[in-house]
Nanobody
């Protein structure tokens, strides 16, 4: 399984970026897909997740109302639309795919750097 992120870069505060995660198989084959981020000197944190079954996406409080997670209809790409970016959003963003059975398995991409300047 391969997950490859793209779309990171340098943007001014208030700007927007859209991250993509290309999967080597359908994103719907994972029980859950999500985005995480890790800022310098900090632990990796959850940004947003989407779960099979039709439930609403889950967002970290810090990004609610600004970020939107989605998947394309073909099923092999996941996106993170990031609006109203803040300097504190600066981090490496990672794509995650989780499978729950027969045991919990997490798959990760290598990350894409997002830098928000003030």
């Amino acid at each position: 399984v391969q997950l490859v992120e793209s779309g990171g870069g340098l943007v001014q505060a208030g700007g927007s970026l859209r991250l993509s995660c290309a999967a080597s198989r359908s994103t719907f084959s994972f029980n859950r897909m999500g985005w995480y981020r890790q800022a310098p000197g900090k632990q990796r944190e959850l940004v947003a997740t989407v779960t099979n079954g039709g439930g609403s996406p889950n967002y970290a409080d810090s990004v609610k109302g600004r970020f939107t997670i989605s998947r394309d209809n073909a099923g092999n790409t996941m996106y993170l639309q990031m609006n109203s970016l803040k300097p504190e959003d600066t981090a490496v963003y990672y794509c995650n795919g989780r499978i729950l059975a027969p045991s919990v398995m997490d798959y990760w991409g290598k990350g894409t750097l997002v830098t928000v300047s003030s």
